[in-house]
């Protein structure tokens, strides 16, 4: 008897993992930390990240995804393996699994089966990918299988796929090696160039959650950081208003709607207009930047707004995609979805 299909948004920022029936079950960053002397894995999720920027000279917290893609093969199995022997609680039934992992649309064929690989290491009776753009569409619950056009902007941790869809394919994309990393670092920049103040990653993400901001406010908000005096050395604290954050992330916004400009110059005229009539659609932890829906319209002239449930959005597709399959290969449609990449486990 198989098992539940298992849907896996392989971010690189975070990790959530669908199970059929039950939804989202597990939402982690995706942060590793090992001892570098033994090579044991000490910590894994949300215990490894507060470990970030603390820890002695033997521990090193490692984030084995980067631009959305594998960047530490090891480690993205071992942070895997960990994360399904939670889902499963210690049971082997994700070895009865399929499992369905989004990639972003630029990655390569050679990051693609990496991601592959590692989905059949750690246990999957078959491995499927999918087209985040096409992963986070199908979450969000737009009609994919429509001869009309519907624009997504999935905007992660290390990437931003933007994408026309339209017959259950994808019509015109772009990948950004852009996303809320970059916005992090643009903050930590920032800072360190007006204020002589280095502050660590989580503070960094601590300001853009809390008061980043991509349009001016009528009113600044404001938020003390603690940080590193570079002149002195000594800790130092200051106020940094959202005006600042805005200023330190507006190049980056400004190349992420440059790029949503540019898949709109190259969208046919008629997907043009169902675009025009249903809006931009913004998945994504980025999505949840304040200002950003407003701003994308504002230079596009085109509705734009938030799916219900971004952070999501990918996760449930992923999910979503499985048992859609299964309905479109049954009544002979299946090359209307996205064209899956499939390898099953080998047997010996």
Do not use: W
């Amino acid at each position: 008897m198989f098992g539940t299909d298992i849907g896996i948004d392989l971010g690189t920022a975070t990790v959530l993992i669908y199970e059929k029936h039950h939804g989202v079950v597990l939402r982690e960053p995706s942060v590793v930390a090992m001892d570098q002397d033994t090579g044991d894995i000490l910590a894994v999720g949300y215990e490894a990240k507060s470990m970030v920027g603390r820890t002695p000279g033997n521990i090193t917290s490692v984030r084995p995804l980067r631009d959305g893609v594998i960047a530490n093969y090891a480690m993205t199995e071992a942070m895997l393996q960990h994360f399904m022997r939670r889902v499963t609680k210690g049971s082997q039934k994700f070895f009865r699994n399929r499992a369905m992992i989004c990639v972003p649309s630029g990655a390569t064929d050679v990051e693609r089966r990496a991601v592959l690989e590692a989905a059949l290491e750690v246990g999957a009776r078959e491995a499927y990918l999918i087209e985040e753009p096409m992963a986070a569409a199908i979450g969000a619950n737009l009609k994919v299988e429509e001869a009309r056009g519907k624009m997504i902007v999935d905007i992660g941790g290390g990437t931003t796929d933007i994408a026309v869809i339209s017959l259950g394919g994808v019509v015109k994309s772009k990948s950004l090696r852009l996303g809320g990393d970059k916005f992090d670092e643009g903050i930590i920049r920032y800072l360190r160039r007006q204020y002589n103040l280095s502050i660590g990653d989580q503070t960094a993400e601590n300001l853009k959650i809390m008061i980043g901001t991509c349009i001016p406010l009528e009113e600044d908000q404001r938020m003390i950081v603690k940080g590193q005096d570079l002149v002195q050395g000594l800790p130092r604290q200051i106020e940094v208003t959202s005006s600042a954050v805005n200023m330190a992330i507006s190049e980056m916004i400004q190349t992420l709607v440059d790029g949503i400009r540019n898949v709109l110059e190259v969208t046919p005229p008629e997907l043009s207009a169902d675009i025009i009539d249903r809006g931009i659609v913004l998945t994504g932890g980025g999505a949840l930047l304040r200002g950003l829906p407003e701003l994308i319209a504002q230079q596009t002239g085109i509705n734009c707004f938030t799916a219900e449930n971004p952070m999501e959005s990918v996760a449930l597709g992923t999910g979503k995609a499985l048992a859609e399959m299964d309905n479109l290969k049954n009544s002979g449609r299946s090359s209307m979805l996205v064209n899956l990449k499939r390898v099953t486990r080998k047997k010996y």
